[in-house]
């Protein structure tokens, strides 16, 4: 049973007292002639639809992540995660062995990449794959780049590891990558918040509004 249906058959629901919904752009739900707008307006007329603004910072998030640039840096750290090191036992104990030695918390608390999601609206996992691989001391980065010259200079492992190791190598220490993964940082640090503000029950709209309002001036000030 869909949204729809099931407020038109509850009947703990009273479609005459809604003034107001929000929800995203699916037509089951906003449809001007068979959505849940159109069933809670004929009930009530004087109800007011707007569009989750929470959707639509989403979507603009999504966005600003398909130029070319944004494409190569996310699809480079998915190659690490999935097609590299998430695929050969071999590579993967290089990793852990490099990673253990690099870090203080420990093998009981190794740490992993983290894989892009290609979800129209959970542009945060691309925030969270950044975050452990450029952000702060002790980030990934360097143990990264440590465990892909080992491969790619290790005669022990295939021409295929090998080549794939060069490869990826040479991209991620692109002055180009490395910037673009530092500008989407600061963007996702700022939007961040403001996304998970407005996804919240019972916000203030005062509040809101002025979240959005500094977001847009922070993002402003990124300079290049």
């Given amino acids: 049973m869909n949204n729809c249906q099931w407020v038109k058959n509850s009947k703990l629901r009273k479609e005459s007292n809604i003034i107001g919904e929000s929800f995203d752009g699916a037509n089951n739900m906003s449809g001007q002639f068979s959505g849940l707008q159109s069933f ?9 639809f707007i569009w989750c603004y929470s959707h639509i910072l989403n979507l603009c998030m999504v966005d600003i992540c398909k130029d070319i640039d944004s ?29 253990t030695k690099n870090s203080k918390i420990g093998q009981d608390k190794l740490r992993k990449l983290h894989k892009v999601a290609e979800s129209n609206t959970r542009w945060w996992s691309r925030h969270k794959a950044l975050e452990w691989v450029f952000k702060g001391t ?10 892909l010259h080992i ?67 922070d993002i402003k000030q990124i300079s290049l």
């Fill in 71 to 99: 494409k190569t840096l996310f699809g480079l750290l998915n190659r690490l995660v999935s097609t590299f090191f998430g695929s050969s036992y071999k590579r993967m104990n290089t990793w852990t062995s490099e990673n």
């Fill in 151 to 217: 491969i790619s200079t290790d005669s022990s492992f295939d021409n295929n590891s090998t080549s794939e190791a060069i490869s990826l190598l040479k991209i991620l220490c692109k002055f180009k990558v490395i910037l673009t993964a530092n500008i989407f940082l600061d963007i996702f640090s700022y939007v961040r918040p403001t996304s998970d503000y407005l996804q919240t029950r019972q916000l203030n709209f005062l509040s809101a509004w002025k979240m959005v309002e500094n977001t847009k001036n």
């Fill in 40 to 48: 809670i307006k004929s009930e009530n007329e004087n109800s007011i």
């Fill in 138 to 147: 002790d980030c990934l980065f360097l143990t990264v780049v440590s465990v």
